[in-house]
């Protein structure tokens, strides 16, 4: 394996456990992403709880969602989603499928989730929704045939989020660091959405102000800033994968002579604050005239 595979594997394993950790997927939901070489294969975990999720947990898979090596574990059994979507939009460099709790109430009632917040604005506009029953009758609502995948991938159309009536949500982004955020700020946009429901009014984004504040996060610098805050809960938290580099503070520098002086006297702080001392025992307390001292 090169060194920029395990590495990938490596995130993809941190993107599990970062959505875990910020209550975004639960026992069931799963994180892809393409392969960097090559368009026509993308990385997945195994069946996997993905607050588990290791590096070694990554396979391989082809875009009909077919292990390249034979797997010797258990496989999601909804990767066609995935496979589908990579399919269908190759501007699309990783996807999620997760069941938040700050969804579900729109998935199941039908009411569609908007963008009413800055940060709600990484998720674009408006959500579409997917049924599977308007194709495929009574299913049991899992997305497990490439047909149904393909239904997924077409109701998703341009749009980076699509609800799953009485089911979840599928992201995408056009990297793994911009998936997270996507799909970290737009279950808050939900939750903010929802809340804002129950106090009897809200006003959503112009489409102006989401392309503007979208401009804004998809800039790398703000991805980075999310990703580097959620990857240090999740080390304060003891949630890494086994074997992974820290998060390490920012170096201490030993102080140059001149951040060493006090005031702009160019008097060393240490002899500074031996000076003061010694002034400070050799002055005499004030008597006021006619009266005690103070």
Same mark, same amino acid.
């Given at each position: 394996? !090169?060194?920029? #595979?395990?590495?990938?594997?490596? /995130?993809? &394993?941190?993107?599990? $456990?970062? @959505?875990?950790?910020?209550? *975004?997927?639960?026992?069931?939901?799963?994180?892809?992403?393409?392969?960097?070489?090559?368009?026509?294969?993308?990385?997945?975990?195994?069946?996997?709880?993905?607050?588990?999720?290791?590096?070694?947990?990554?396979?391989?898979?082809?875009?009909?969602?077919?292990?390249?090596?034979?797997?010797?574990?258990?496989?999601?059994?909804?990767?066609?989603?995935?496979?589908?979507?990579?399919?269908?939009?190759?501007?699309?460099?990783?996807?999620?499928?997760?069941?938040?709790?700050?969804?579900?109430?729109?998935?199941?009632?039908?009411?569609?989730?908007?963008?009413?917040?800055?940060?709600?604005?990484?998720?674009?506009?408006?959500?579409?929704?997917?049924?599977?029953?308007?194709?495929?009758?009574? !299913?049991?609502? #899992?997305?497990?045939?490439?047909? /149904?995948? &393909?239904?997924?991938? $077409?109701? @998703?159309?341009?749009?980076? *989020?699509?609800?799953?009536?009485?089911?979840?949500?599928?992201?995408?982004?056009?990297?793994?660091?911009?998936?997270?955020?996507?799909?970290?700020?737009?279950?808050?946009?939900?939750?903010?959405?929802?809340?804002?429901?129950?106090?009897?009014?809200?006003?959503?984004?112009?489409?102006?102000?989401?392309?503007?504040?979208?401009?804004?996060?998809?800039?790398?610098?703000?991805?980075?800033?999310?990703?580097?805050?959620?990857?240090?809960?999740?080390?304060?938290?003891?949630?890494?994968?086994?074997?992974?580099?820290?998060?390490?503070?920012?170096?201490?520098?030993?102080?140059?002579?001149?951040?060493?002086?006090?005031?702009?006297?160019?008097?060393?702080?240490?002899?500074?604050?031996?000076? !003061?001392?010694?002034?400070?025992?050799?002055?005499?307390?004030?008597?006021?005239?006619?009266?005690?001292?103070?």
């Amino acid at each position: 394996m !090169t060194d920029k #595979l395990a590495k990938l594997r490596h /995130e993809l &394993a941190v993107a599990n $456990r970062i @959505l875990a950790h910020e209550g *975004i997927i639960d026992a069931f939901g799963h994180v892809s992403i393409r392969h960097p070489d090559d368009p026509g294969r993308y990385f997945l975990s195994r069946s996997r709880s993905p607050e588990l999720v290791g590096p070694d947990d990554i396979l391989e898979f082809d875009l009909d969602s077919q292990p390249i090596e034979p797997p010797a574990a258990h496989l999601y059994a909804e990767r066609v989603i995935h496979g589908e979507i990579y399919k269908a939009r190759p501007d699309v460099a990783a996807v999620c499928h997760h069941h938040a709790p700050a969804v579900m109430p729109f998935c199941i009632s039908g009411d569609p989730v908007v963008p009413v917040f800055h940060l709600g604005a990484a998720m674009g506009a408006v959500a579409p929704f997917w049924d599977s029953r308007d194709e495929f009758g009574d !299913t049991n609502l #899992l997305v497990v045939k490439h047909a /149904e995948g &393909a239904s997924l991938a $077409r109701a @998703l159309g341009k749009h980076s *989020i699509v609800l799953m009536r009485r089911h979840g949500a599928t992201v995408v982004g056009a990297s793994l660091r911009e998936l997270v955020f996507r799909a970290i700020y737009s279950c808050d946009n939900a939750r903010y959405l929802s809340e804002a429901k129950r106090l009897g009014n809200f006003s959503p984004l112009t489409p102006g102000e989401i392309e503007m504040a979208q401009a804004i996060y998809q800039l790398p610098t703000a991805q980075n800033r999310a990703w580097e805050y959620w990857e240090t809960r999740l080390v304060k938290r003891g949630g890494m994968p086994a074997g992974s580099m820290q998060v390490a503070a920012a170096p201490q520098r030993s102080p140059s002579r001149s951040q060493a002086r006090v005031g702009g006297t160019g008097t060393p702080a240490k002899v500074t604050v031996k000076k !003061t001392a010694k002034k400070a025992a050799a002055r005499k307390p004030v008597t006021p005239k006619g009266g005690r001292r103070r």
